[in-house]
């Protein structure tokens, strides 16, 4: 009676004793084992291009998906959801990042994972996932929207330095600078945009992530002999080993948690005020992607989640990874839905997948220093096309009812030209009020 009551004040690990409780045999662990090798095969290249896309270099974003793609699944609540950096935070990470640097970054993702396991402790999870759904449409959109247009900058080979916050500035930056494109990096990344967009069509069991950055990397390779420089992981970063060794792209560590403390002092105050609204905003897209995630997931799988167990899962996920300067992270739909289409039946098979992006960085260093920028830009505007959701975006505007095609422009419009927190806090007062209006003309008549 007592344990029953202390879950019921802590849930967590919900997915994982409801595996247990069924039985766990090597049959499934053999389903787990396929479906993890293969999303680690997606999940590594979208965690290095999120990682360079909000200013950092790759192994943040790879640190995030080892940390937090290992712990969530054993804490959280979903069977078969697959956690990491997402596309949705690189238009709040990016700001931070240029604005506090990796020290701010890291105390704004522990203080966001905090936030979450306070918010699963209070039981909100089953409201967070009641967010109107015409909302979420207009600030995924606004948010694809922004990355796709940011990612033209080493798509076609631009060389822009970003150091703008606002969209409109950075679109009329890339607009001006076009002309000076550098072909040989544009061909890159359109011939890799071309593959990833195509060849699942002939191909449906390859990842074609994978398939179009390999052939990019090719293409780059060719460039190369003839003379012509292509900008890639190893050309574009570096990193210093403690014995004072300098190497070039991705260095070959096991991610641990005291790779924070070389980064910043524990923080003051002043700034524990300062970060608290950006942590309050990581939390909440945070929960509302996660959980979103894991009802799509429900839906294919026709099992339920326990919804305030995966945000203790997430938040947890979201400290250590801060700790081992990691950046924030989440469910991920596109990596969910992968595993589950190759056989995911228990929540190893998402953590086993983090454990073979381990692997990749430990033995593939030398081979993912090769990768083009150009080719990670294209899966960026790749991610941002399916993210985009154009279709229903669509039909809404065509035959949605007048008020969801108002709240749904106020929070695309918002996201894009203004930020996310105007985008979704306005989208959702005005969906409040318009639904009172509806009632109240109901009830008239």
Not at 392 to 403: A, C, D, L, P, S
Not at 419 to 440: P, Q, Y
Request: hydrophobic share 50%.
């Amino acid at each position: 009676m007592n344990k029953e009551k202390k879950q019921e004040i802590i849930p967590i690990g919900s997915a994982i004793k409801s595996m247990f409780k069924e039985g766990y045999c090597l049959d499934l662990f053999k389903q787990d084992f396929i479906a993890g090798l293969i999303v680690s095969l997606v999940a590594l290249p979208l965690a290095m291009a999120f990682s360079i896309a909000v200013g950092l270099p790759p192994q943040h974003g790879l640190i995030t998906a080892i940390i937090a793609g290992f712990i969530v699944p054993f804490l959280g609540g979903s069977r078969v959801q697959v956690s990491g950096p997402t596309a949705a935070f690189i238009v709040i990470i990016a700001p931070l990042v240029l604005t506090h640097g990796l020290k701010g970054l890291i105390i704004i993702t522990i203080m966001s994972g905090l936030l979450l396991i306070l918010l699963g402790m209070a039981r909100v999870g089953r409201y967070i996932e009641q967010v109107p759904h015409v909302v979420v449409i207009g600030f995924t959109a606004g948010i694809a929207v922004v990355i796709g247009t940011l990612a033209l900058n080493d798509l076609l080979g631009l060389h822009i330095h970003m150091s703008t916050h606002s969209y409109v500035s950075s679109l009329v930056l890339i607009a001006k600078k076009i002309p000076t494109l550098y072909w040989p990096e544009c061909f890159v990344g359109m011939l890799s945009l071309a593959i990833m967009c195509t060849i699942y069509r002939f191909f449906p069991k390859l990842p074609s992530p994978l398939v179009g950055i390999g052939i990019g990397a090719i293409a780059t390779y060719f460039f190369q002999m003839f003379g012509r420089s292509i900008s890639t992981i190893g050309t574009h970063f570096s990193y210093t080993l403690s014995d004072g060794t300098i190497g070039h792209g991705i260095p070959p560590l096991i991610p641990t948690l005291s790779q924070a403390f070389t980064s910043f002092s524990w923080p003051q105050s002043y700034e524990l005020k300062m970060f608290f609204i950006p942590a309050c905003l990581v939390a909440a897209l945070s929960a509302l992607e996660s959980l979103l995630s894991a009802v799509v997931a429900d839906k294919m799988t026709r099992k339920k989640h326990d919804p305030d167990a995966e945000l203790i899962g997430i938040g947890i996920g979201n400290i250590l990874s801060g700790f081992a300067s990691g950046i924030p992270a989440t469910g991920a739909i596109a990596r969910t839905a992968a595993n589950i289409h190759n056989g995911a039946k228990t929540p190893i098979a998402a953590s086993l997948h983090a454990v073979f992006i381990l692997l990749y960085v430990l033995l593939l260093t030398p081979v993912l220093s090769f990768i083009p920028m150009a080719a990670l830009a294209a899966l960026l505007v790749c991610v941002a096309y399916h993210m985009s959701q154009y279709q229903e975006f669509i039909h809404i505007i065509k035959r949605g009812n007048k008020w969801d095609s108002i709240v749904l422009l106020a929070c695309f419009l918002l996201t894009v030209f203004k930020d996310m927190i105007a985008g979704v806090s306005i989208g959702i007062v005005l969906a409040c009020i318009f639904h009172f209006i509806e009632k109240g003309k109901k009830v008239q008549k």
